[in-house]
């Protein structure tokens, strides 16, 4: 069975402090694909990043960067200098390699609060 | 290009009725994809629909069926409506040919149960 965990329930930094949000992932595919996902308040998943299983290298996209462990199962996600903005619900999610199913095994999510 | 959408916005309902949400799939995509996501919790899958036919179901009763039409736009269905069925319902459309799985959210239909 495939399991995503996200430890933290909730975390509160300062403005411009960074930050790091643990995911950890359970499963028996070889080929697998690990996402992160940001939900304001408004609902809607905003997609962040895309991994695949063979792709071990981190990535960073401007204050984003991905630090994908596959020694660890772990894929976590450092937001630097943090902004008010960043102010969500962030979700790790699974998928595995079955194309027919694409559906995501998501973790309970980290509420990041972003204080001025 | 629009994007994935979800009507209606807020939907509120009695114990025992019925409901259906609608959703159309982002432009190219052929796959449609269901989840439920209750009050501070992750997304959980109900179903998926590929060629007007359900392809894959997450662990949810009977209660919960769906239908994908030619256009490929989808509908979610639910009977006899609990108070735990009050949660977001999210869509999420992906193109099946695609070389890595990707889905594109819609913002959600709110169903409160009372």
């Known amino acids: 069975a495939q399991k995503v965990t996200q430890a933290q329930t909730e975390i509160s930094v300062v403005e411009k402090e960074d930050v790091t949000l643990d995911c950890v992932y359970e499963t028996r595919d070889t080929t697998y694909y690990l996402f992160w996902y940001k939900q304001p308040p408004s609902g809607e998943l905003v997609f962040l990043i895309r991994r695949n299983s063979f792709d071990e290298q981190n990535e960073i996209s401007g204050r984003y960067s991905w630090n994908f462990q596959k020694s660890t199962s772990s894929f976590n996600f450092t937001i630097t200098a943090s902004q008010v903005v960043d102010s969500a619900v962030y979700f790790c999610?699974?998928?595995?390699?079955?194309?027919?199913?694409?559906?995501?095994?998501f973790g309970p999510g980290t509420r990041l609060s972003v204080l001025p | 290009d629009a994007g994935v959408t979800q009507s209606p916005t807020h939907l509120i309902k009695t114990r025992g009725q019925q409901v259906t949400l609608r959703c159309s799939p982002k432009?190219?995509?052929?796959?449609v994809s269901w989840y439920q996501q209750a009050l501070g919790q992750g997304p959980q899958f109900i179903f998926q629909?590929?060629?007007?036919?359900?392809?894959q179901r997450g662990n949810f009763p009977d209660r919960f069926s769906g239908h994908q039409f030619p256009n490929y736009s989808s509908e979610l269905n639910v009977n006899a409506l609990l108070l735990g069925d009050s949660a977001l319902y999210l869509c999420a459309s992906s193109f099946l040919g695609a070389s890595y799985n990707e889905q594109f959210f819609g913002p959600g239909t709110r169903l409160t149960v009372l």
């Open positions: 999610a699974l998928s595995g390699s079955d194309n027919y199913g694409q559906n995501f095994v």
């Open positions: 629909y590929y060629e007007e036919e359900e392809r």
């Open positions: 432009s190219g995509h052929d796959t």
